[in-house]
């Protein structure tokens, strides 16, 4: 592991860190490419990622903070801000990134389906660039295996692991998925048959995927042996099939129409 990448002084990079910089940086390039692509300014492409941004980190924290370690956070209130040393979780930064991206389309009244098909490239890249980082920082770890698949996460001053046990990559898992999902994303965007299916599909691949990895991932259940996360990808998958079935018949009526 490797949580810090690089440490001059005080002056420190964190594996995480960078590798959430490099997700914004890469996602950034590719929304602005498939805007050309149906001629939509890119500056306001630009503009859209920022608020995007902003509101999904702030998502990804709440969400942590408030199911994961609230009592920790009331005690050390200031921790929060600490998003250097991880504690950010997806699902929050889909939902916080989503309120937030919403909010901007309706005040600049812009075409929603539209924008969410072309981040959600950018979304499924960022996912897999992220994932590595949390490989290298030692957390999101997966339960315990005995299988050849089985990784090590030796303790680290600054990592959050402290055993000696062979745990399954999830972080990996989830790497290689969201890598898999981009270039599926990106065939999708060329063959689309109407606004907000790329955006959809993502949605309701990545409820499955995240399911799926969840199995093997050790972290906080609810219901039984049923993970947090594995509750918000059934609560986020239904809505997602009955706009993609909405969205899709109107195409037809439309079509059967003219």
Known sequence: MLPVLLKYGPFSVYAWGFSLSLAILLGTIVAIRLARQIDFDSDRIIDFVIILVVGGVVGARLFYVFVYEPERYLKEPLQI??????????????????????????????????????VSPSLALGYGIVRIGCFMNGCCYGRPTDSILGVVFPYIEGSPHFDDIAR??????????????????????????????????????????????????????????????????????????????????????????R
């Open 81 to 118: 801000f600490a998003i250097w040393n991880g504690g950010l979780v997806y699902y929050g930064a889909l939902i916080g990134g989503f309120l937030s991206g919403t909010w901007y389309v309706v005040k600049k009244g812009l075409p929603f389906w539209k924008l969410a098909d072309v």
């Open 168 to 257: 399954y990559p999830t972080q990996l898992f989830s790497s290689l998925f969201g890598f898999l999902l981009f270039i599926f994303l990106l065939l999708l965007w060329k063959r689309k048959k109407f606004d907000g299916q790329v955006f959809l599909i993502f949605i309701i691949l990545y409820a499955i995927g995240r399911s799926v990895v969840e199995y093997y991932r050790e972290n906080l259940t609810v219901l039984g042996d049923i993970t947090v996360s594995q509750l918000v990808s059934f609560l986020v998958i239904v809505p997602a099939i009955y706009f993609y079935r909405y969205l899709s018949r109107r195409i037809k009526n439309d079509e059967g129409s």
